[in-house]
């Protein structure tokens, strides 16, 4: 067997959190939460199996849940989508991203990212025999520079790939930067893959701004989303893919093929869970919470902080601790030597590019955090 992808070994995700299981560390790293989802989501699959909703799910998705969807999507963001054509539900967003760069890229073709970038963009683009354009931003603020954007697009462009709000910068774009993005888009034919997991995690009375409200960017984007993300409920593994008729009608050849559909039990419960709009609503409230309390305490123990504007995530400059270590030195040293696990920002970047950041997941009971502050507090 020649390997497609010779330089890939785990991910880090996996890394960091069998580190931390093996260190009985507390675990920060892999973005998860640490409490229960919603007994009504619960009691829905529950309902549902016994219902006997055990068998295959129509293949674009349960109508129920599309339905569901489109009417969220026109009642919260006053945007069209068409249940039947343009949304399919995926195994989370993992799979809805891999189908949609597979859809869109043939061998040869080159595909442009914006580092730091999550870490199945780049395998997934390779494995189409494609080429990922990197484009690295830099921290502090992790602002894309669309010149430098315009500039990296070549006659064998076809995609370009955002994700807003971005992990692990927690960077939000503003509208004029979907502005920006769809001159480049308009100017080159590009197709725009728009990683929008953590739509609904977004603070300090921030408002994000889809590709899907951009009437432009709509007619030319895959939008990508996760109810592990949205409904603390990463395992069920559930996600789903907005894209205008033909584009969708391209995915849905693949998809067929790839998971033909999606567990059932599971869709019914997301219909139903989806009814009520308080479930998305609070969440920014939710985690505003955690996020302070985390970023509290992590300052107390000598780190700088970058503010965290989305995501379930904070990254932590820890220059002031140990600034001879690298990303990866330190995240490992954190777990091994004081028992918290955190992810090195440098593992979203194609040249391993080190900022001197770990990013630290705040979806987790205040419990688990003040545990993971006593911790750090030794630090001092
Ligand atoms: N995109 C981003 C930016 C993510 O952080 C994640 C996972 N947390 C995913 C996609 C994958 O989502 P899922 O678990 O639904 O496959
Ligand atoms: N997206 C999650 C994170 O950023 C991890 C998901 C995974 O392990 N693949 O931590």
């Known amino acids: 067997l020649v390997s497609k992808l010779p330089d890939v ?12 299981a093996e260190h009985h560390a507390i ?39 599309r339905q569901a969807l489109a009417a969220k999507l026109q009642q919260s963001r006053d945007i069209v989508v068409d249940a039947e054509t343009e949304i399919t539900i995926t195994a989370g967003a993992t799979q809805a991203l891999f189908t949609a760069i597979a859809t869109v890229l043939h061998a040869g073709d080159e595909a442009i990212i914006l580092d730091p970038s999550y870490d199945s963009y780049a395998p997934a683009i390779r494995a189409q025999g494609a080429v990922p354009v990197r484009i690295s931003l830099s921290a502090p603020a992790f602002a894309v520079d669309w010149d430098q954007v315009s500039q990296a697009v070549t006659p064998r462009t076809r995609l370009i790939i955002v994700n807003n709000p971005n992990n692990p910068a927690t960077s939000v774009f503003t509208c004029s930067d979907l502005d920006a993005l769809s001159a480049i888009a308009d100017r080159h034919d590009l197709i725009v893959l728009a990683d929008e ?15 899907l409200a951009h009437p432009a960017l709509r007619a030319r984007s895959f939008a990508v ?16 893919c907005v894209a205008p008729p033909a584009l969708t009608a391209e995915f849905r050849k ?36 955690k996020r302070d309390l985390l970023a509290t305490g992590l300052q107390q123990a000598g780190f700088t902080l970058k503010p965290s504007q989305s995501t379930y995530f904070q990254l932590a400059d820890y220059r002031q601790i140990k600034p001879d270590l690298s990303e990866i030195e330190f995240a490992r040293w954190l777990t091994v030597t004081h028992g918290v696990a955190s992810i090195p920002v440098s593992a979203f970047y194609g040249d391993g590019r080190d900022h001197k950041l770990v990013r630290f997941c705040f979806a987790k009971q205040e419990t688990t955090l003040d545990a993971a502050l006593t911790r750090l507090s030794a630090l001092t």
């Open 9 to 20: 070994g785990t991910t880090i995700f996996t890394v960091m959190s069998q580190l931390a």
């Open 27 to 65: 675990n920060l790293s892999q973005g998860f939460p640490d409490f229960p989802c919603a007994p009504e989501m619960l009691q829905g699959v529950y309902q549902a199996m016994l219902a006997n909703h055990n068998q295959y799910a129509p293949m674009a998705g349960l109508p129920a849940l």
């Open 197 to 211: 997991v953590y739509e609904h995690l977004v603070y300090d009375g921030v408002e994000h701004q889809s590709v």
């Open 225 to 240: 989303y996760s109810f592990g993300k949205t409904f603390h409920a990463t395992g069920w593994k559930v996600g789903y």
């Open 254 to 289: 693949l998809h067929q093929f790839l998971v033909f559909s999606v567990n059932t039990p599971t869709q019914h419960a997301l219909a139903q869970y989806l009814a009520t709009p308080a479930h998305w609503q609070l969440l920014p409230e939710f985690y505003q919470a």
